[in-house]
């Protein structure tokens, strides 16, 4: 077998790669610019509960982000179920601020508690998501 048969996938792989980094990142300023606090300034002033919040977050987007790129059928097929898993994102964190309306206060002003159940809540929603992209 030569070189060349190993690296036949290298283009779909970049493609797909590069999809997923553009999608985090974008989900990543969609999130911060939906929330009503700065993380990355609280994260740079040493606010543990605005990394751990944006962390569970991150991940509960990663989930099925790595699930459409797993099971997509094309480039175009992945790039829709990225927007899927970047909608449901935003909407958990929504669903989430309407139980725990003062959470964006709460964050902001170091509580850990809240921030460890928004996080653990993000990677439960992302882990179906990535789950039910896969059926």
Same mark, same amino acid.
């Given at each position: 077998?030569?070189?060349?048969?190993?690296?036949?996938?290298?283009?779909a792989?970049?493609?797909?790669?590069?999809?997923a980094?553009?999608?985090?990142v974008?989900?990543?300023?969609?999130?911060?610019?939906?929330?009503?606090?700065?993380?990355?300034?609280? @994260?740079?002033? !040493?606010? /543990?509960?605005? $990394? =751990?919040?944006?962390g569970?977050?991150?991940?509960?987007?990663? +989930?099925?982000? #790595?699930?459409?790129?797993?099971?997509?059928?094309?480039?175009?097929?992945?790039?829709?179920?990225?927007m899927?898993?970047?909608?449901?994102?935003?909407?958990?964190?929504?669903?989430?601020?309407?139980?725990?309306?003062?959470?964006?206060?709460? @964050?902001?002003? !170091?509580? /850990?508690?809240? $921030? =460890?159940?928004?996080?653990?809540?993000?990677?439960?929603?992302? +882990?179906?998501? #990535?789950?039910?992209m896969?059926?």
């Amino acid at each position: 077998m030569r070189i060349a048969d190993y690296l036949s996938g290298f283009p779909a792989f970049i493609a797909h790669f590069i999809l997923a980094i553009g999608y985090l990142v974008a989900y990543i300023a969609i999130y911060t610019a939906v929330t009503r606090h700065d993380e990355l300034k609280l @994260i740079r002033a !040493g606010n /543990v509960a605005a $990394a =751990i919040a944006l962390g569970g977050s991150i991940l509960g987007f990663a +989930q099925p982000l #790595a699930s459409s790129v797993e099971h997509s059928l094309s480039i175009v097929d992945n790039a829709l179920w990225a927007m899927v898993s970047l909608v449901i994102q935003i909407a958990v964190y929504l669903l989430i601020k309407l139980v725990f309306p003062n959470l964006n206060h709460r @964050i902001s002003n !170091g509580e /850990v508690g809240p $921030a =460890i159940l928004f996080a653990a809540l993000s990677i439960a929603a992302g +882990q179906i998501a #990535a789950a039910a992209m896969s059926t």
